[in-house]
């Protein structure tokens, strides 16, 4: 009889220990695309890169670095849809998805000169023009062949990762 109550207690651990791990699976699953977004600010963007060691330059770099990673966010959305748009209208063998890399280098690069511009108008002129440059640079989505990915140590270090800029 103790054993018979040992053996079930075990199934219904390992019942809940699945339930769990399924849970926990479920919840890292949801949290995954935060976790692409801090390798973007952390990798791309060099939001670690600081210009100076006072809290007002720490402050001002933070929030600039913010400012410019939404608005390119807002901009690679936006790009999204226009190449889904373009997409529908050809047939193309991948589906196709806006270059983050290419995307950061030219809105950090373009967006300085964008708020010093004087004019509505001409604001809205480079952004579209940008968002068009932007929408130019697409890459295609391809899923792996079944084949599991092989990890190269030599990738796990800052120097072997390409820069944005």
């Given at each position: 009889m103790n054993i018979r109550h040992t053996k079930n207690r075990l199934n219904l651990?390992?019942?809940t220990d699945l339930e769990r791990a399924e849970e926990i699976r479920e919840l890292y699953g949801e949290r995954w695309e935060i976790e692409e977004r801090f390798h973007t600010?952390?990798?791309?963007m060099k939001f670690e890169?600081?210009?100076?060691?006072a809290a007002v330059y720490v402050e001002q770099n933070f929030l600039a670095q913010m400012l410019v990673f939404n608005m390119v966010q807002d901009m690679i959305m936006e790009a999204e849809e226009q190449t889904r748009k373009r997409g529908n209208e050809r047939?193309?063998?991948?589906?196709?998805k806006i270059n983050e890399?290419?995307?950061?280098?030219?809105?950090?690069?373009?967006?300085?000169r964008l708020m010093l511009e004087?004019?509505?108008?001409k604001k809205d002129r480079m952004f579209i023009r940008l968002k068009g440059e932007v929408v130019r640079n697409t890459v295609p989505v391809r899923q792996?062949?079944?084949?599991?990915?092989?990890?190269?140590?030599?990738?796990?270090?800052k120097c072997n990762l390409k820069p944005s800029f």
């Open positions: 651990l390992r019942e600010l952390k990798n791309k890169s600081v210009t100076g060691k047939e193309y063998r991948y589906e196709v890399n290419i995307a950061i280098g030219l809105g950090k690069e373009q967006f300085v004087d004019g509505d108008e792996l062949k079944g084949r599991e990915r092989k990890w190269n140590c030599f990738n796990k270090y």
